[in-house]
């Protein structure tokens, strides 16, 4: 008896069909065929920007609850850019899910065995 799922022995899916269910637009004909995103510099970029984001996420957060209502800046822009902050961090770590999972569907790796 195989042990294998049968997911595991799929072959990589093209590029060209990295959308879940496959093309999410039909072709216009004014695109190359041989078009590809570049998932390696996005990968790169939110790896670089999670923690950058969510470091000033903390540090913004932290200096904005040691401020007082006469400090310049003030609490309301340090909370505001916190939470912009936060909001970037959220954003580059759902970019990097995304792209690490069409990365591993194109190019047919498995995860780790348990």
Not at 4 to 11: A, C, G, L, T, V
């Given at each position: 008896?195989?042990?294998?799922?049968?997911?595991?022995?799929?072959?990589?899916?093209?590029?060209?069909?990295?959308?879940?269910?496959?093309?999410?637009?039909?072709?216009?004909?004014?695109?190359p065929v041989t078009a590809q995103s570049a998932l390696g510099l996005r990968r790169?970029?939110?790896?670089?920007?999670?923690?950058?984001?969510?470091?000033?996420?903390?540090?913004?957060?932290?200096?904005?609850?040691?401020?007082?209502?006469?400090?310049?800046?003030?609490?309301?822009?340090?909370?505001?850019?916190?939470?912009?902050?936060?909001?970037?961090?959220?954003?580059?770590?759902?970019?990097?899910?995304?792209?690490?999972?069409?990365?591993?569907?194109?190019?047919?790796?498995?995860?780790p065995a348990e």
């Open positions: 008896m195989n042990d294998e799922s049968p997911r595991r022995r799929e072959r990589p899916v093209p590029r060209g069909r990295s959308g879940v269910i496959g093309r999410r637009f039909a072709r216009s004909g004014t695109e790169v970029l939110s790896t670089v920007f999670l923690p950058l984001f969510g470091g000033a996420a903390v540090v913004f957060g932290v200096w904005a609850a040691m401020s007082d209502s006469d400090d310049n800046p003030g609490r309301g822009p340090l909370v505001t850019l916190a939470a912009v902050c936060a909001a970037l961090t959220l954003f580059a770590a759902a970019d990097l899910i995304v792209v690490t999972r069409r990365l591993r569907r194109e190019r047919g790796s498995r995860p």
